[in-house]
Structures are given as C-alpha cells and as structure tokens.
C-alpha cells in the first residue's frame, strides 16, 4: 500500500478552477487502477492532499436542498458570491476567504476501505488541531463534521465535511472556519440544519489565527492519523 502523499497549497483558488483540478486528478487516479486490474499490473496509485481558501461560494451536495439557498441571483451579486451544485454527499454549505479547505484525494485502498472511518480520520485531525489552540471539539452524533458543545444546546459546527468517492478513491473534503466571515452562514441553512449555529476559531478565540501555522498543524495531524508520508508538491 502506497502511503507517500503529495501535498500542494493552491492559495486563493477559483471554486470551479479547484473542483476541475480535483476532477483532474482523480481521474488519473482511476485510470492508474483500472489499467492494474485490466493489464494484471501492480503500479502504485497516487495520493494526494491540497489545502486552499476560496473567494465567496455557496455549494450544494448531490442531495441537497436548493431552497436552503435563502438568496436569488441578484441576492447572490450583492454578496459578491458564486453558486454551484456539485457531486459530493451533504447539503449547502459555505467557503469563503479565511477558511481552510482541504481536498485529500486518496486511494483508500492504500489506508482503509471505509467511508465512514475516513470521515471520522479526518475529523479526528481536525478536532487534534483544535486542541492545540485550546478548542474543545468533538462529534454530533448523527450528523459529519467537527462541532462545539455537541452535547447541549450551545452546539455549534466549526467544520463541515463532504466526500465523493469514486472505486475507492476520494474528492472533495472538508472546511474548517478559522477566520471566516460568518455573515456569509446567514444566507443559507448550513448543511441543512436549521437549529445549530455556526463558529469559526476567530470567533472563539477573539483574534485572527495565522493561517499558515494553522495549516501546518492541521498537515500534522491528517499525516498522524492515516500514517501518511506527506511530500510538497512544486508549485
């Protein structure tokens, strides 16, 4: 099993820029374990993890409602946002500059084939990354994601979590608000609940995290957790 990891910050990405080069690569992905099991070969897939932040984008999961979209076209300009429907699991949800996205595009078949123990990996990372900045998170029981006194009535989600996975390789991923303007959460019912709020580690720190250090702990961690060799990627 091939646990080398190719890392790459793509900064400030266009939504349909990233998603396409996500497309991209999973494909190729694919096409590495197809020709195995067609040609009887052995090469290894590859692995790869990208972290980056987004200009305004609201996003809507394959089962999703549209009407937890709760802005028009014109409602939609005046935000300075975009909108796509798009082909990984969950509901709406919101990315937006100073939060950190991260797309890990992973051959399960190289760590685990098992969809709900990698989102419970990932956000496992997450909830370790918390830690260290003081953050007591932790799951919502019945629901994906990284919450915040998930067990009375102050929850709160600070990361929302949504995959594709295709022959056992995974797209899309995660989004953990560190220095999100949460107006942005106003617009729409995250994640389709309507009766939680949402936080970011700004709000609950009461200051801008350097989103560098952030990341590199976050890197860390995703690394620990799935025993991954983590390699840079050149720009």
Known sequence: ????????????IDYQEAWDKQETTLQATVAVKTAN??????????????????PHVYTLGKSG???????????????????????????????????????????????FTDIHLYLRTLEEAVILTLQEYGIKAGRYPGYTGVWLDADNDKARKICAMGVRCSRWVTMHGFALNVNSDLDYFKSIVPCGIDDKDVTSMERELGYKLPMEEVKEKLKKHIASQFQMVINILAD
């Open 37 to 54: 099991r067609n040609e009887g070969t052995s090469n290894p897939t590859p692995n790869y993890l990208f972290f980056c932040e987004h």
């Open 65 to 111: 409602h549209a009407e937890y979209l709760l802005l028009d076209e014109k409602g939609l300009e005046d935000k300075g946002a975009a909108f796509y429907k798009i082909n990984r699991g969950g509901d709406i949800t919101y990315h937006g500059p100073g939060q950190l996205v991260g797309y890990p595009i992973l051959d399960l078949d190289n760590f």
């Open 1 to 12: 099993m091939n646990k080398q990891v190719s890392f790459q910050d793509w900064g400030l």
